[in-house]
């Protein structure tokens, strides 16, 4: 596609679409030229919605999930099951399993892998905050939904290593999600089921 067709504003404003996942040339053609049409006060309203969103954001204390207060609404949820925590790697996880709508428990966010060939420890994701919160429950149970990648592995043996010697039940997702798929690219009907038909890893 030749730039030089559009103005300057266009184009940046293309290139910033381009930056968001799944939006290719055509599409943010598409939404840039759909922006200038709108009326001067709901692109205003868009700039500061887009602008607010990072203050008025924050990790929840608890869970690491996004929350506008100090506790996210499900971890402050007394009628969720707080001895089962879904253990997921971003907040986009998380949002997916909530969208299934048949799940009780709550989550922990950890906000990455190990992965040692990009120089990303234990120490690096939100791991010690897990161990803090599942020493203070009885009969815990972590369902690990990470994915299936050399990444998603070496994170799960490691969990499963620190609560080795603890009575805890330590779960994952059942093996019909394809090798290396995302969470958040997964229908409802295979994410529900996956959940449904965990699998204790001591037992693999």
């Known amino acids: ?32 030229l759909a922006a200038i049409e709108l009326p001067s006060e709901e692109l205003e309203n868009l700039a500061t919605t887009a602008k607010d969103i990072k203050s008025q ?39 997916k399993f909530e969208n299934v709508g048949n799940y009780t428990g709550v989550y922990h966010v950890l906000h990455g892998l190990i992965s040692p060939i990009d120089n990303i420890g234990p120490e690096n994701i939100n791991l010690a905050s897990l161990v803090k919160r599942v020493e203070s429950l009885k009969n815990p149970e972590l369902i690990l939904a990470l994915k299936s990648t050399v990444e998603g592995e070496t994170t799960t043996l490691y ?25 958040d690219y997964l229908d409802i009907i295979t994410l529900d089921k996956a959940l449904e038909d965990r699998k204790r890893i001591s037992e693999e």
Request: glycine share 6%.
């Open 159 to 183: 969990i499963k290593k620190i609560f080795e010697k603890k009575k805890i039940t330590i779960s994952r997702l059942s093996y019909g999600i394809p090798m290396g798929a995302e969470i």
């Open 57 to 95: 954001l924050k990790n929840c204390s608890v869970c690491g999930h996004l929350t506008t207060e100090d506790i996210c609404p499900i971890c402050a949820d007394s009628h969720r099951d707080h001895n089962i925590i879904c253990v997921v790697e971003d907040v986009k996880s998380v949002f």
């Open 1 to 32: 596609m030749n730039q030089n067709v559009y103005p300057e504003p266009i184009q940046k404003l293309m290139n910033f679409f381009k930056k968001l996942p799944g939006i290719g040339e055509k599409n943010a053609e598409r939404m840039a």
